[in-house]
């Protein structure tokens, strides 16, 4: 454990040189009144130390002789604790989590100067902590006063943020293997949710035992909020009321993953409630695992970022022409971004501490960064036709081409296929594969073509 950490924080050291960069713990959020939500420490914080309290703030720093990596924390307090949990304290802050000082967070304005005054550039992220951000900045602006007597300190703040981007994107085999938990525990609720779907059921029920197989299973909880969307429900991306009642006919869209120790899963799946479906969710369906498949074969090593959203676009537009919902010429209608109507998300994104993690997607130029060994993402194209889609009406004088409306049978499906992709030095492992993407339950198959 201590290895792990150890080796991020030099990494990082090793990268800033003579800087110094400050890192804030995440701020407790209200749920209502005095009720505060479970705590969940910022990601960059936690990726660093391993530390799971609030009210604490880290600095590394390059340019102090002794100490490189500073915690202040919340000191022992056994009345506070017995209210809300044990703190780890001064003490455990350096025997546990290997700093070389800590203080109490009270010191924090008298003791910050002494590793920030040498540095000549301080790392930072203004994030949602707007009292911190301003300690910041007047901490900032007090050196630069002083740099013209003392002749050093900060002349210039860049983003932490951005300067973790580069080391999170690459998992670690500890990581790789916290994740690889996070996804067993996911693949069991996703199985779960299959086996049981009926007809009459309630979308939450359904939620409810896949939370619990997180629970039961050791994960922290649901990653994010799990979507349970039964009908024409799966057509809002983001749809987490899950209170609806699943009927004969529908297909039930799932996504939902759990967060194992910090590291997350997600997945999601799409099937039918009954043991039928119509033929025109056959057909989307189909066009929708072909997307997924032809974009799981641009995630590799040296392949850039943006080929596998490009790859899954193209066989979606092509399929949507030729299945009459689209009109027009291929390559033109992704130009103009015509299939947004019905896909209209990107196919993917980085998956680590955070669920969309992080990641530079592009240089300086714009143009897109490529896929490295030990990246993962995941990948998720799909089509959603809302049962009140209306087409665009045509500019005047550009109706040679206007997009047909869209026939009643086709209303109210909404479909998404999501795995999760590690790239390997071979290619790439998915990582998800023990959800069937076939439909029907495991002891009914109804075969697809794939």
């Given at each position: 454990?201590?290895?792990?950490?150890?080796?991020?924080?030099?990494?990082?050291?090793?990268?800033?040189?003579?800087?110094?960069?400050?890192?804030?713990?995440?701020?407790?959020?209200?749920?209502?009144?005095?009720?505060?939500?479970?705590?969940?420490?910022?990601?960059?914080?936690?990726?660093?130390?391993?530390?799971?309290?609030?009210?604490?703030?880290?600095?590394?720093?390059?340019?102090?002789?002794?100490?490189?990596?500073?915690?202040?924390?919340?000191?022992?307090?056994?009345?506070?604790?017995?209210?809300?949990?044990?703190?780890?304290?001064?003490?455990?802050?350096?025997?546990?989590?290997?700093?070389?000082?800590?203080?109490?967070?009270?010191?924090?304005?008298?003791?910050?100067?002494?590793?920030?005054?040498?540095?000549?550039?301080?790392?930072?992220?203004?994030?949602?902590?707007?009292?911190?951000?301003?300690?910041?900045?007047?901490?900032?602006?007090?050196?630069?006063?002083?740099?013209?007597?003392?002749?050093?300190?900060?002349?210039?703040?860049?983003?932490?943020?951005?300067?973790?981007?580069?080391?999170?994107?690459?998992?670690?085999?500890?990581?790789?293997?916290?994740?690889?938990?996070?996804?067993?525990?996911?693949?069991?609720?996703?199985?779960?949710?299959?086996?049981?779907?009926?007809?009459?059921?309630?979308?939450?029920?359904?939620?409810?035992?896949?939370?619990?197989?997180?629970?039961?299973?050791?994960?922290?909880?649901?990653?994010?909020?799990?979507?349970?969307?039964?009908?024409?429900?799966?057509?809002?991306?983001?749809?987490?009321?899950?209170?609806?009642?699943?009927?004969?006919?529908?297909?039930?869209?799932?996504?939902?993953?759990?967060?194992?120790?910090y590291y997350n899963a997600d997945i999601t799946r799409t099937f039918p409630v009954g043991e039928t479906y119509s033929e025109e969710q056959k057909i989307l369906y189909d066009l929708v695992l072909e997307?997924?498949?032809?974009?799981?074969?641009?995630?590799?090593?040296?392949?850039?970022?943006?080929?596998?959203?490009?790859?899954?676009?193209?066989?979606?537009?092509?399929?949507?022409?030729?299945?009459?919902?689209?009109?027009?010429?291929?390559?033109?209608?992704?130009?103009?971004?015509?299939?947004?109507?019905?896909?209209?998300?990107?196919?993917?994104?980085?998956?680590?501490?955070?669920?969309?993690?992080?990641?530079?997607?592009?240089?300086?130029?714009?143009?897109?960064?490529?896929?490295?060994?030990?990246?993962?993402?995941?990948?998720?194209?799909?089509?959603?036709?809302?049962?009140?889609?209306?087409?665009?009406?045509?500019?005047?004088?550009?109706?040679?081409?206007?997009?047909?409306?869209?026939?009643?049978?086709?209303?109210?499906?909404?479909?998404?296929?999501?795995?999760?992709?590690?790239?390997?030095?071979?290619?790439?492992?998915?990582?998800?594969?023990?959800?069937?993407?076939?439909?029907?339950?495991?002891?009914?198959?109804?075969?697809?073509?794939?």
């Amino acid at each position: 454990m201590h290895s792990e950490y150890h080796q991020r924080r030099q990494t990082v050291l090793n990268t800033i040189g003579e800087g110094v960069a400050i890192f804030c713990s995440a701020p407790t959020a209200v749920m209502h009144n005095d009720v505060d939500y479970l705590y969940r420490q910022d990601s960059n914080f936690f990726y660093l130390t391993g530390f799971n309290e609030p009210g604490a703030v880290m600095v590394l720093t390059g340019s102090h002789d002794k100490h490189k990596f500073v915690l202040f924390v919340r000191p022992k307090d056994l009345e506070k604790e017995t209210w809300s949990g044990v703190r780890a304290g001064v003490e455990v802050a350096k025997k546990k989590y290997g700093a070389d000082e800590a203080y109490p967070i009270s010191q924090l304005e008298e003791q910050l100067d002494q590793y920030v005054i040498k540095s000549p550039r301080l790392y930072y992220h203004f994030g949602i902590d707007n009292a911190f951000n301003h300690r910041i900045i007047q901490l900032w602006q007090k050196l630069l006063r002083q740099r013209t007597k003392k002749g050093t300190g900060p002349v210039a703040i860049e983003d932490a943020q951005l300067l973790m981007q580069q080391f999170r994107r690459i998992k670690s085999s500890y990581e790789l293997d916290k994740i690889r938990r996070a996804i067993a525990i996911s693949v069991d609720a996703h199985n779960l949710a299959r086996e049981m779907a009926r007809p009459g059921m309630y979308e939450y029920e359904i939620q409810a035992a896949i939370e619990n197989v997180f629970r039961q299973a050791g994960a922290l909880g649901p990653a994010y909020p799990s979507i349970v969307a039964g009908g024409e429900n799966a057509c809002i991306l983001h749809y987490v009321e899950n209170n609806q009642q699943l009927q004969e006919g529908d297909l039930l869209l799932i996504d939902a993953g759990c967060a194992y120790d910090y590291y997350n899963a997600d997945i999601t799946r799409t099937f039918p409630v009954g043991e039928t479906y119509s033929e025109e969710q056959k057909i989307l369906y189909d066009l929708v695992l072909e997307a997924q498949l032809a974009a799981i074969k641009q995630v590799k090593a040296g392949k850039p970022f943006n080929e596998f959203h490009d790859a899954a676009t193209r066989v979606i537009t092509a399929g949507l022409v030729e299945l009459g919902l689209l009109r027009g010429e291929v390559d033109k209608l992704i130009e103009e971004k015509k299939h947004k109507a019905f896909f209209m998300h990107g196919t993917g994104h980085f998956l680590g501490l955070d669920v969309h993690d992080a990641g530079i997607l592009r240089n300086g130029d714009k143009t897109w960064k490529p896929f490295e060994v030990g990246n993962i993402v995941t990948v998720e194209p799909g089509i959603y036709i809302s049962p009140h889609y209306k087409p665009a009406d045509p500019e005047e004088g550009k109706k040679e081409d206007p997009q047909p409306e869209v026939e009643v049978r086709w209303k109210g499906i909404g479909i998404r296929i999501e795995d999760d992709v590690l790239v390997t030095a071979t290619g790439n492992e998915v990582l998800t594969t023990a959800v069937p993407k076939a439909f029907g339950r495991s002891a009914k198959q109804l075969a697809i073509s794939h």
